[in-house]
């Protein structure tokens, strides 16, 4: 019985070391170790919020154009390459991959937490009484506008089928590509109607340009670009730094090099070697110490910022335009670019040298994948077999908790 006694003894003391514990690490006012939800709503908070999406858009960003470089003819995967070995990007390359890539998982998680965390946003404001009318503006401008991006890249980089393009929110059910890129557009919209600055109406306006380009609505696309980024205009880009690295430098640059870059960018530089002002590439030797191979330098360090939009694509954007619609100054506008790099202007222009154009100026970018599959029918840009995947596939993942989606 004093056995039984000193047992039943220790355990109640045990529990109440436990549970003096428990008080210890939560009932802390405030909280220590964690950011309660509801004090996040509040107008102090606000900028912080603004960073938490700006940080996540350059998370997803970079992850997710390193796997259309890769899905695209921009990337090859060869275990020869020095740091290749995940076999889930193997699978990109091929356009065989299968709905439990881990890889193509993660970065579809991160997707959704950025279209979360902007739509969040934009919730919040509404429910803030704020003192300081530019900081709500900023906020709405902010939410909307990464709330049209994050609806842009699950229309132009995500697929329920390999040929069926689109994404979905919240559980709900699966959204084709055109509808979300008329989604994105809304937001793009409203993100116009909350700022005044010129520079940031001028993003704005690119990115409708370019939701309505690739949607194929090309009226509406050239409204947009004509009012849409400038000469001279900083590049609107993903920010990185040690801590929260580049994924191109990464998994296909010097950090590590999973993904190699495709030979035709090496031939670019040989007919003009001007051109490597703007296909920036460094040449590396295989792991047989004999094959050469050749990689991304666009992004050199740990730190690089990934551009999203640029005033150079815009313009190219309005040369493509203005080529379908018949207008000799398509080729003023290419010459633009090119001499932005201060590379020769071409004689002539039509569609197939305007894709070529593209390809060098956007390379390494994650645009190339979307260029091949819209341009394809016309001049037979896809690279991969009919029946491979032309989209990164919504995982199963997603699959298993949304009874929305086969």
């Known amino acids: ?86 076999p889930q990007y193997s699978e990109i390359d091929l ?5 439990d890539n881990a890889s193509v998982g993660n970065m579809s998680l991160l997707l959704g937490e950025l279209r979360f965390y902007a739509d969040d946003l934009v919730r919040r404001v509404g429910e803030i009484t704020f003192t300081n009318d530019d900081l709500k503006e900023s906020a709405l401008f902010e939410g909307n506008l990464y709330g049209g991006i994050a609806r842009y890249l699950y229309a132009a980089y995500l697929g329920l089928n390999p040929s069926e393009g689109g994404g979905v929110i919240d559980n709900g059910p699966f ?35 370019r939701s309505y380009l690739f949607k194929g609505d090309f009226a509406n696309a050239l409204t947009y670009a004509q009012n849409g980024m400038a000469a001279g205009d900083e590049p609107f880009q993903g920010l990185h730094n040690i801590e929260a690295n580049n994924y191109f430098w990464q998994q296909a640059g010097a950090g590590r090099t999973q993904g190699g870059a495709d030979a035709r960018f090496h031939e670019y530089i040989v007919t003009d070697p001007k051109e490597a002002n703007r296909v920036l590439i460094e040449e590396i030797t295989g792991n047989d110490g004999t094959t050469i191979y050749y990689r991304q330098a666009k992004y050199p360090v740990e730190e690089s910022p990934v551009t999203f939009i640029s005033w150079q694509e815009n313009e190219l954007m309005l040369a493509e335009l203005e080529l379908r619609a018949g207008n000799a100054n398509a080729l003023n506008r290419v010459n633009n670019v090119r001499a932005s790099h201060t590379i020769d202007p071409l004689a002539a222009v039509d569609m197939r040298a305007l894709i070529v154009e593209r390809d060098k100026e956007l ?14 029918s016309d001049y037979q840009t896809w690279h991969l077999a009919s029946d491979k995947w032309q989209f990164l596939p919504i995982t199963d993942n997603e699959r298993n908790i949304n009874p929305n989606i086969p």
């Open 175 to 209: 959204i084709p590509s055109n509808e979300m890129y008329a989604l994105a557009i809304e937001k793009f919209k409203a993100a116009l109607t909350h700022s005044s600055d010129a520079y940031q109406l001028r993003i704005a306006n690119s990115l409708l340009a």
């Open 363 to 376: 390379c390494f970018t994650g645009v190339r994948l979307a260029d091949q599959r819209r341009f394809n």
């Open 1 to 86: 019985m004093k056995i039984k006694a000193i047992t039943l003894l220790l355990l109640l003391l045990l529990v109440a070391i436990w549970s003096s514990c428990e008080d210890y690490a939560t009932n802390v006012d405030p909280l220590i170790d964690r950011v309660e939800d509801e004090l996040l709503t509040s107008e102090s908070q606000v900028p912080f919020v603004i960073n938490g999406v700006k940080t996540r858009f350059a998370a997803i960003q970079d992850q997710l154009m390193v796997m259309a470089c890769l899905l695209s003819d921009e990337f090859f995967f060869d275990g020869n390459l020095p740091g290749a070995s995940w």
């Open 95 to 99: 356009g065989e991959i299968t709905l």
